[in-house]
């Protein structure tokens, strides 16, 4: 979108009409203040540019040796490399994605009282989304970019892709268009710091800068299928951008070298006008009436939103828009132990074969030196001296305390799997420990206030496309989704858990009679009492218009101590069981699920009081009503959740 014009560039075939040519002018503007913050150093970064840094960062995390020297007399060197950095990245990595962390939702509407099992509805939405989706490797290769880069982010877009597929027809074969389920529907991606350009690098939440710029260079062929149709595509090029020049008014053809085969897609974003307009090698491919580009990602109060969230280790300071990344923290650590590594080695091969004088000898070479050889000289003053003095061994030390150093600056050994060694104490292996685990938990902060934000953008994308009716291809009538998730625990039952959404219960006001009716039909449909499935049936209507409240629970991104959990169950079985207050069929299903998950059914009792009379030698208790317990109810409409006694 920008580049330098030269007198050899021709005039572009792509003259658009003067109100493209405004708009376009001031997408460059903005383009050129987002690139120049990317490559101007900055004091933050110790005077290097956010690029430089990345690129920095990124030779220290992929432990680059360089190789390039080939002067024989300093081939005998090492010139290996530690990786320390790359080590303490893995290993904070491994901790920070012990569990994929998907946020909680709670309602926020002052105006009524809600039952909580909503938020726990738009939860298992979302679940529902990253489970279909590539959310989870994308949450993978952004926690490991906040950890090594200035900056990563990941965004939340929805897509519709349809391809065109042959159906054999009884004349042949015929072409149609379906929709791609591979690459349509929610879609978590990846973006570097280079990819998206700010205009404020002093202001930090995302959403209040002035205008963004989002960026990448792709396939002409990926080009075509999104922008094909429209009229401007005729002028764009691989390897060819059509660049403004505000002396004239007039746009000209600028080879691009580096990018020959591709196109650059450049999306030119404000949120307070609320304007997204793409541009494909500076060639606009917006809508024909320039004011009418709204930003495509909304809330569900059809307010507009920035659809990627910045991810980083460490901020700088209170203003800085880009992160310290834990490469760059454990850097210089890093080269320390490198350079020390290189020295004590090399010293390590001059011990073991160490350089010496002779005098008076004719020749002395590896000729005749070799194990256990005798030499002889009839020169009463020939001599054999050492020339390097003797090694004073304090390398090593000196490689340990840049270690140390490392290691608390982001985690220990211990924590990265090794066992201390033998001469370290238990006070000073949990003193490390202590200081590990408030390292981890800054970094869990930062995840986690990451995640928030992206969990208000998977949220949109919940309530605006997958809560809505759609047309039945067979029956042309509009029906809504249903969403399954399998294996979940409710009460410490493993059922799977259906989520439906009811048009009949739009506009329509229920007597408690009517509701207890509905109610007993959902019991029936999933065959209450020896039911394997929960249903949770909404109004989508009032779901879908009302606000949410996203938060990360600490709890969710620790690791996992099984063997710890099974302990502290166990206690709090024992201590709770007698007590009245204390449900002992859900303890002892949270029991049973900690030893044996998926058989926790077939160790309960199928009727616990016929149970208690074999044990004490009582006749079975006889149920005095056949009537189903009636479930509770939610406050939102009708039955929330038709299965919770």
Not at 123 to 133: A, F
Not at 176 to 184: A, F, G, H, K
Not at 297 to 312: E, I, K, L, S
Request: with cysteine.
């Amino acid at each position: 979108m920008i580049a330098d014009v030269y007198e050899k560039d021709s005039v572009s075939a792509y003259q658009p009409s003067d109100d493209v040519k405004e708009l376009t002018k001031h997408a460059k503007k903005d383009y050129e203040i987002g690139w120049s913050i990317l490559h101007r150093p900055a004091e933050e970064l110790n005077y290097y540019s956010v690029i430089d840094r990345m690129n920095k960062d990124q030779r220290t995390f992929n432990a680059l040796v360089d190789e390039s020297s080939e002067d024989p007399r300093e081939a005998w060197k090492w010139r290996g490399t530690r990786s320390t950095a790359r080590k303490k990245t893995m290993a904070m990595h491994a901790h920070l994605t012990a569990e994929y962390i998907i946020p909680l939702y709670s309602p926020d509407d002052t105006s009524q009282k809600v039952d909580a099992e909503v938020g726990g509805v738009m939860r298992d939405g979302v679940r529902w989304m990253t489970i279909h989706s590539n959310y989870q490797p994308a949450f993978l290769l952004g926690t490991q970019g906040m950890l090594v880069n200035p900056v990563t982010y990941l965004s939340a877009d929805y897509c519709e892709v349809y391809q065109t597929i042959k159906e054999r027809t009884d004349s042949g074969y015929a072409t149609t268009e379906v929709l791609d389920e591979v690459l349509s529907g929610f879609n978590a991606r990846v973006h570097s710091a280079d990819e998206i350009l700010i205009t404020n690098e002093y202001l930090q939440e995302i959403q209040r800068q002035r205008c963004i710029i989002k960026r990448r260079y792709i396939e002409f062929t990926e080009a075509e299928a999104k922008y094909g149709e429209h009229a401007n595509w005729q002028y764009v090029r691989p390897g060819i951008k059509s660049v403004f020049n505000e002396d004239d008014g007039l746009f000209y053809d600028v080879k691009d070298d580096e990018h020959a085969t591709l196109v650059e897609e450049a999306i030119h974003l404000c949120r307070r006008e609320d304007c997204e307009d793409p541009y494909v090698n500076g060639i606009y491919m917006g809508n024909e009436n320039v004011e009418w580009n709204p930003i495509k990602h909304r809330d569900n109060q059809n307010a507009p939103r920035y659809n990627f969230v910045p991810f980083g280790y460490q901020r700088i300071n209170e203003h800085y828009f880009y992160f310290k990344s834990l490469v760059n923290l454990v850097g210089w650590d890093d080269q320390l132990i490198d350079a020390m590594y290189e020295v004590q080695m090399n010293r390590e091969f001059l011990d073991l074969e160490p350089p010496t004088f002779y005098s008076g000898f004719d020749k002395i070479d590896t000729d005749v030196i070799w194990p256990g050889a005798t030499i002889a000289n009839s020169d009463a003053d020939a001599k054999v001296s050492p020339i390097l003095p003797p090694s004073r061994g304090n390398g090593y030390k000196a490689i340990e305390l840049a270690e140390k150093s490392a290691s608390d600056e982001s985690i220990n050994e211990t924590e990265m799997g090794q066992l201390p060694e033998a001469s370290q104490k238990a006070f000073t292996v949990a003193q490390a420990s202590q200081n590990a685990k408030i390292i981890l938990s800054g970094a869990r902060k930062s995840l986690g206030q990451s995640v928030v934000e992206l969990g208000y953008l998977m949220g949109d994308i919940f309530i605006n496309h997958f809560t809505t009716a759609q047309i039945d291809e067979i029956s042309g009538n509009l029906k809504y989704r249903q969403f399954v998730l399998e294996d979940q625990i409710v009460n410490g039952r493993k059922v799977s858990k259906r989520i439906r959404f009811d048009e009949s219960l739009m506009e329509r006001n229920m007597s408690e009679p009517e509701r207890k009716e509905y109610t007993m039909k959902l019991l029936n449909e999933v065959g209450y009492p020896d039911h394997k499935e929960e249903l949770i049936v909404l109004n989508p209507h009032l779901f879908s218009k009302m606000k949410y409240l996203v938060r990360v629970d600490p709890d969710t991104m620790e690791p996992k101590n099984r063997e710890f959990a099974k302990v502290l169950v166990e206690r709090l079985y024992s201590l709770t069981r007698q007590d009245p207050n204390a449900n002992p069929v859900a303890l002892l299903r949270k029991l049973y699920a900690e030893y044996y998950p998926n058989e926790v059914d077939e160790l309960m009792a199928k009727n616990p009081q016929d149970i208690m009379g074999q044990m004490f030698g009582a006749q079975p208790m006889q149920q005095t009503t056949g009537a189903k317990p009636t479930p509770k109810l939610s406050g939102l409409t009708v039955p929330q959740n038709a299965l919770t006694a």
